[in-house]
C-alpha cells in the first residue's frame, strides 16, 4: 500500500500567535522489529523528507525487538532530515533504550528534558517525559519540572500515553501514541477503558491535544478501522468569535 494512503494533514487551533504556521512532523509506534525491512523504513523516510516540516518528533514505541537485530533499520530512521525529537515507549524501555539511544546519533532525546526551540525569531518550549512504565525501570519521571517549564509560552509536551494529558494542561499542545487507535475493531472500546483518548485531535482548556495512531503494529501485523499513520501537523491561530 502507498504510503499516501498513511498521509494526512491536520489543522490543530491554538492561541498562541508565536506558533502560527508551525508544521511538525509526527509519527508514532513504529514497533520495528526483526520482520520490518529496511525496505520499508527507507520508503518512510524517503516519503518524510519530500514533506516540508520545522521538526519531526517521535512519541514513543520505536523498537519492538532488541536493538542489534535492527541496526541497519535504526541507522536508515537518522536520515530524516531536521531535528527529530523523540521520547521513551514502554516497548522501547522493555527491549532496551540505552542502546536505541546509542543508534539515534542524529536524534534529540526529550526523556525529562525541556528545550529551548528558535522558529521565525520567537522561543517554543519543549518538554517530554519517559514512558510510565519506566517505574518499572527504575526511571523517575521528573513531573514538576516539566510542568513547571511547560507554564512559559509558547509551550510543547510529548510523552508516550494520552494519559499524561493533565501534565499538558499549561502548554499549547500535547503529542502522544500508544492507542494504535485501537488497531483492531473492536478493541477500540477496551484501549478507552484505559486511555481518555483513542486517537486524533482533541481540546481540554487551551491544550490542543493529538494522538497518533502510529505506523508499525503490536502483536499481529493487522489494522482494521484504523489505519497507519504519518502525520503533519499545522498549527494556526485560533480563530476570535
Not at 485531535?201 to 497518533?212: C, D, E, H, R
Not at 489494522?223 to 497507519?228: I, T
Request: proline content about 2%.
Amino acid at each position: 500500500m502507498s504510503l499516501d494512503n498513511y498521509f494526512q494533514v491536520v489543522n490543530i487551533e491554538i492561541e498562541d500567535k508565536k506558533l502560527e504556521n508551525l508544521k511538525i512532523l509526527h509519527l508514532s509506534d513504529l514497533h520495528i522489529n526483526k520482520k520490518t525491512s529496511e525496505k520499508k523504513i527507507l520508503e518512510l523516510v524517503d516519503f518524510c523528507n519530500n514533506l516540508e516540516f520545522d521538526f519531526c518528533v517521535i512519541t514513543g514505541d520505536i523498537i519492538d525487538t532488541k536493538v542489534k537485530f535492527i541496526k541497519k533499520q535504526l541507522e536508515i530512521l537518522n536520515f530524516l532530515k531536521k531535528e527529530v525529537f523523540y521520547i521513551s515507549g514502554n516497548h522501547d524501555l522493555f527491549y532496551g533504550l540505552e542502546d536505541l539511544k546509542k543508534e539515534l546519533t542524529n536524534f534529540i532525546f526529550m526523556d525529562n528534558k525541556t528545550l529551548k526551540i528558535n522558529y521565525k525569531n520567537e522561543i517554543i518550549h519543549l518538554a517530554g517525559l519517559p514512558d510510565r512504565f519506566s517505574k518499572f525501570f527504575k526511571i523517575k519521571r521528573e513531573e514538576k519540572k516539566i510542568k513547571e517549564f511547560l507554564q512559559n509560552s509558547p509551550s510543547i509536551f510529548i510523552s508516550h500515553q494520552p494519559k499524561d494529558y493533565k501534565i499538558a494542561l499549561n502548554s499549547n499542545l500535547f503529542l502522544c501514541g500508544h492507542t494504535h487507535g485501537g488497531q483492531i475493531y473492536p478493541f477500540h472500546y477496551l484501549v478507552r477503558l484505559v486511555q481518555p483518548f483513542l486517537a486524533g485531535l482533541f481540546y481540554k482548556n487551551k491544550t490542543a491535544i493529538y494522538v497518533n495512531k502510529g505506523f508499525g503494529t503490536w502483536g499481529v501485523d493487522f489494522r482494521f478501522k484504523a489505519n497507519a499513520e504519518i502525520s503533519l501537523l499545522k498549527l494556526i491561530t485560533k480563530s476570535v468569535e
